[in-house]
């Protein structure tokens, strides 16, 4: 399994869909389905009937996971979507910017 190139806390860039060009954190990685939940991206709706929980019933509106490839990490320096390459400073395996060089923190 290679290394996670996107983690959560992450700042990402949507490529493709509905959601193109919008940025976002991502708050959950599912690395075994190859997918991320990214903020406010991807919204879902759901009309639920009402219940003894949720008497009022109604729209219910949750972020649903998105396939890694349709995102790419916000570059630390523009925000413009990067690759991420990874390299060995002071013997860290560290995520790299391929665009600006920038470490990326996390």
Known sequence: M????IKKGDKVVV???????KTGEVTKALPKEGKVVVAGVNVATRHRKPTQTNPQGGLERTEAPMHISKVAIAD???GAPTRVRFE???????????????TING
């Open 2 to 5: 290679a290394a996670a190139k």
């Open 15 to 21: 490529l493709s869909g509905k959601d193109k060009g």
């Open 88 to 102: 060995v400073k002071d013997g860290k395996k560290v995520r790299v910017a391929v665009k600006s060089g920038e």
């Open 76 to 78: 630390p320096k523009t």
